[in-house]
């Protein structure tokens, strides 16, 4: 069997646990066999690029059907409304994230920090905080998207997308760094871990133009277009040889990280600042 179908089919099997244990004890194994059906044919179909069109929509049915089934079980109350309110603090801190991490990156580049420091202290920190602003961007999807065109409507669903792919293939990175050194995951792995994160920032470049459009925002309707292009720009020069080109250390943390921590902060500080509108109560 191909590594990357039983990668796929060991990740679905764990991403299952989101489901209450009563749940899985009653479907999990019918919806494990589904799974590796549909992925397999994906695959043959059309290989690598089948099982990525396949895993993103597979992934945000799954996280909203985990959730929707919690909360008929009791497990969550949270409501529409307060994710929406949460939505605010939670990108104010994926910022807050970048700006620490542009501080560790710059100290890796320096030679004041060793790789292994940087990944414990900074970059798997990064990784996680992902989760938050998975229902950060969830939230503001669910509050713009009723005011939004139809072009703001798609990239805030493109970068929800985006972000739940960031989660997806970091796991599946450290599943094959840590279970299944075997196989060669560089290629598909690689061409995800930058169309995620790109998803993220055309999504929000749609969005922006929208809330420039539309003034969805009492003010600063120019921080998610802002936003948009400063995740681009950072994902380009990371992706491609340009930090090379820069002589003093500090340049590249600061246009990589720095730059769009700060428009996160301040788009986040955009939203916190909406004013208050009725929002559906009833739980996720």
């Not at 293939?169 to 050194?181: A, E, N, Q, S």
Request: charged share 15%; with cysteine.
């Amino acid at each position: 069997m191909s590594g990357k179908l039983q990668v796929s089919e060991r990740l679905y099997g764990a991403l299952l646990y989101l489901y209450p244990k009563e749940f899985r004890a009653a479907y999990d194994r019918q919806m494990r066999l589904t799974f590796r059906d549909v992925c397999r044919a994906a695959y043959h179909r059309n290989g690598t690029g089948g099982l990525l069109a396949l895993w993103l929509p597979t992934l945000l049915d799954l996280f909203k059907s985990a959730l929707e089934e919690r909360a008929r079980q009791g497990e969550i109350t949270m409501s529409k409304a307060r994710l929406i309110a949460l939505s605010g603090p939670f990108t104010v801190f994926m910022g807050l994230v970048l700006l620490v991490l542009s501080i560790g990156n710059f100290l890796l580049r320096s030679g004041l920090s060793n790789t292994e420091t940087f990944l414990i202290l900074w970059l798997y920190p990064f990784m996680l905080s992902f989760i938050l602003t998975l229902f950060a961007l969830i939230g503001i999807q669910l509050r713009f998207h009723h005011a939004a065109g139809i072009l703001g409507k798609l990239g805030l669903t493109l970068s929800v997308v985006g972000c739940a792919g960031v989660l997806v293939f970091g796991l599946v990175d450290i599943l094959w760094g840590g279970v299944l050194r075997e196989f060669d995951q560089r290629h598909w792995v690689n061409y995800a871990a930058i169309l995620c994160p790109l998803g993220m920032g055309i999504g929000y470049i749609l969005f922006g133009v929208d809330a420039l459009r539309y003034r969805l925002l009492p003010r600063w309707n120019l921080s998610p277009l802002l936003l948009g292009l400063a995740v681009v720009f950072s994902l380009g020069l990371e992706w491609l040889p340009v930090p090379s080109f820069f002589q003093s250390q500090l340049i590249t943390p600061l246009l990589i990280f720095a730059v769009p921590g700060a428009c996160w902060v301040l788009h986040g500080l955009a939203i916190m600042d909406q004013r208050r509108e009725s929002q559906p109560t009833a739980a996720i």
